[in-house]
């Protein structure tokens, strides 16, 4: 974990990717007699490499919390191919390469805090003085150090979030995964944790998948945004976010990121007039911004 | 990239933890408990009064004057009858809620067990289950405490079991998935998540056996015991209509079950606080 | 505490998450313990109860004779009679020249009278209560403690002094009924009543609802499944209270006095018992197979949300 400042590294750097998604499709079957099965994901294409922060965002059912499961090995693909790091999707899980955020906390009331983010150390059998040194370090890292005795329900939906993350980050993973994590949070609390995610990153050096709802903030937060069309989910467009590498408040009132939020819009609407056979029917449900 | 926005993330956050962290103080306790207190003890006048103005004779409903009189003349024969008692009671517990804890845990562990174990015991539950004490008399003598242990503990068994396989199959679905992103063991999940998600089931079924193991020990001492019970107190003094000696019992008996009921609510409180403030809330 | 009226008569747990849909029915499963149970039974006898003798079945020639190797005591003919005893009691005639099945379908009948009209009365006294407390909010904060805390008094076990000292026949074991009804059916209806979501007040008010609207059509229907929990609890505990509180006189003839008789004829005819005590099993489970029915009638597949995960 070193301070890089100036050391990003920048998307389309030579290396292994970190993960490699090659024709993966994913189909439900049917939940009960007589309903059909669910196509959530078609022929997604997808290479990330090390230190890139890519965002997925689509309409609602598009396909995009699933698609990060597949990755995560939460849900088995039924055609194509997944691979991180490198090795399959079940490899790395049991490896425990990579950390996942959810859209909800979901922090055990039963732990403290720094007890919560000791989990992922106690299920790898490190020794108690480790883990508690590593956990204090982490919610340092997210700026939460004085809570570390503090019970869940004490703490407002962003600092819970926050702890999920520390959580996540435990084991040093080189991938992170996260669902919405943002979601449930109100717009000022959101732009906040917007800037202590990238602070984050910038001091990790983890590689990020992250979903969302919001268009401001893939463009704000990703150097790539992946656009997905309505279920069943493909891949519409792939933005290069060439907004400069320092971002704050300021980075929101650039021309460029209003064209860019902007071009993410239109690439959306794209996905979804193809996806529901040739009508032009604009569906602004889910989407903000 | 680097951020230059200060990090003041903890700053709106930090006033609205502090209010939650305090509690009730004793006078808003006072005033949430004192209406209850006050009906209960108007209550025992009226009924003190009904009593005087109309003359009503002791063997049709006795004054509460006359209950506490009677508890005091014969407190050492009742506070014998209670010990008696006491030990079928915390005996029938023991063996229940063991019992029960373990049958919940396999019934809950595999699926096979579950599918047949779990009507059944739903179905057991509403059993007069105390019809069975003669059985348990026969089996297990007539004089005995421990005929008396089992029917508690037979009572007391089910709500145990059925409730810990509740409470460990309530583990949210998010958790489950949290810990397989972690690729925690079966052995991980079911000691670090299903087992803390089963305690607060498990309090609230301990706490309702306390008032079941009673009800078993005394019923049971109706079918036959030795006369130094509650149960044989009771029954033979309502036989003589001699009913301020048989409250006197009985007020002994519901000190048992609410005893044990308000320990139950104190462990709970001791060892898993997250549950007991959510489950104990009056309304 | 609704907390612990559901623990009482608990919801069958849903199935963890991606476990299989293929269940086999409830009665099933339960069938399967109970012919468990009782094929365990017939093994201790044979291998620890009495040295067994049969001559002749039906008719039939056949001539069964069987020591067992080991003796258990509680495998013997008085502790766990055959099974075949026990249904063959069913039909032992008495005196009158009644079968004892009949008598027992009796007994039950006058126990299950006393259960009714006190599960009525106390259901209706208790939802009455309850939406009085509703709307009177000093008298609610002042009875639902004293409520709570008579859930932990062993009423059922007081039913013989009440049912005695009333000396009205069976209309005290309907009152004893009542009062094991009353208490859980009141505190079910107030939380109910008060689950209900704030905003949804909200919307009824905007519309200009009567208060009368706002408990018909709001806090009844969302008081709903906790009474059905609390009529769970009441029923078995009403016929639980109805042959506890023939107890002691035993005079009466509900299926308390007809166990306490079997109880004096033991000796001579264990199987007696045994029938009984089946016969009161019955019932019991009966009252909350159409407590569960009426529920599932009533509410469908409707379910509150399980408010016991924790966070």
Known sequence: ?289 | MTVSAPSGANAADVSAVGTILRGPTIGERIREWSPAVILFFGALASWELVVRVFRIKQFILPSPVAIGVAWWTYLPELASAARYTFIEVIGGLAIGVTAGLLAGALTARYVAVREAALPFAIAANSIPIIAFAPIFNIWFGLDTQFSKMMIAAVLVFFPVMINTVRGLLSAPAPALELMRSFAASERDIFLRVRMPSAVPYIFTALRISATLATIGAIIGEYFGAPKVSLGQYIVTYTSYLNFERSWGAIIFASAIGMGLYVVVVLVERIVAPWAADRSTAPT | MTDDLEAMAPPMPSLAPGASRRRIHPAVGFLSILATILIVWESAKLLGGNHLVIDGILGLPIRIDHRPPFQWKIANDLSLPHLWTVFIAFFELDSVGDPLVVRLLWAALATLRGAVVGFVLGASIGLMLAIVLIQVRILERAMVPLLVASQTVPIVAIAPVIVVGLKAGWFGIAIVAAYLTFFPVTIAAIRGMRSADPRAYELMRSFAASNRDILVQLRIPAAAPFLFTAFKIAATASVVGAIVGELPSGTRDGLGGAILNAMQYYSIQPGRLWATIVVASLLGIGCFVLVVLAERRALGTYRPTDSGAPS
Not at chain 1, 80 to 108: C, D, H, I, T, W
Not at chain 1, 125 to 152: I, K, Q, S, W, Y
Request: include cysteine; charge should be neutral.
């Open chain 1, 1 to 289: 974990m070193t301070d890089a400042t100036t050391s990003t590294p920048s998307p389309g750097m030579t290396g292994s990717p970190v993960v490699s998604l090659v024709g993966v499709s994913k189909v439900f079957p049917p939940t009960s007699p007589g309903s059909r099965p669910v196509d959530a994901l078609t022929e997604i294409d997808l290479t990330i490499q090390p230190g890139e922060f890519v965002s997925l965002i689509g309409p609602s059912g598009c396909g995009k919390s699933t698609l990060l499961r597949v990755i995560g090995d939460l849900t088995p693909v039924t055609g194509g191919m997944v691979m991180v790091n490198g090795k399959s999707a079940s490899e790395a899980r049991r490896g425990r390469e990579y950390g996942m955020v959810f859209q909800a906390p979901v922090l055990f009331d039963w732990r403290s805090v720094l007890e919560n983010v000791e989990l992922p150390l106690q299920i790898t059998g490190r020794p108690a003085r480790e883990r508690a040194g590593r956990a204090r370090e982490m919610l340092d890292l997210v700026e939460l150090g004085e809570f570390t005795n503090h019970r869940p329900w004490q703490l407002s939906g962003g600092m819970q979030q926050r702890v999920a993350i520390a959580r996540a980050l435990a084991l040093d993973p080189d991938l992170l995964l996260m669902d919405e994590p943002f979601g449930a949070l109100d717009e000022m609390t959101r732009e906040r944790m917007n800037l202590e995610l990238l602070r984050i990153w910038e001091r990790t050096g983890t590689t990020v998948v992250f979903v969302t709802h919001s268009i401001p903030e893939a463009v704000f937060l990703s150097t790539r945004v992946v656009v997905m069309s309505a279920r069943p989910g493909r891949i519409t467009e792939i933005v290069d976010v060439d907004l400069p590498r320092r971002r704050d408040v300021d980075t929101r009132e650039l021309e460029r990121y209003f064209e860019l939020v902007t071009h993410v819009r239109t690439a959306l609407r794209r996905g979804e007039s193809a996806s529901t056979s040739g009508t032009a029917r604009v569906r602004a449900e889910g989407l903000s911004g």
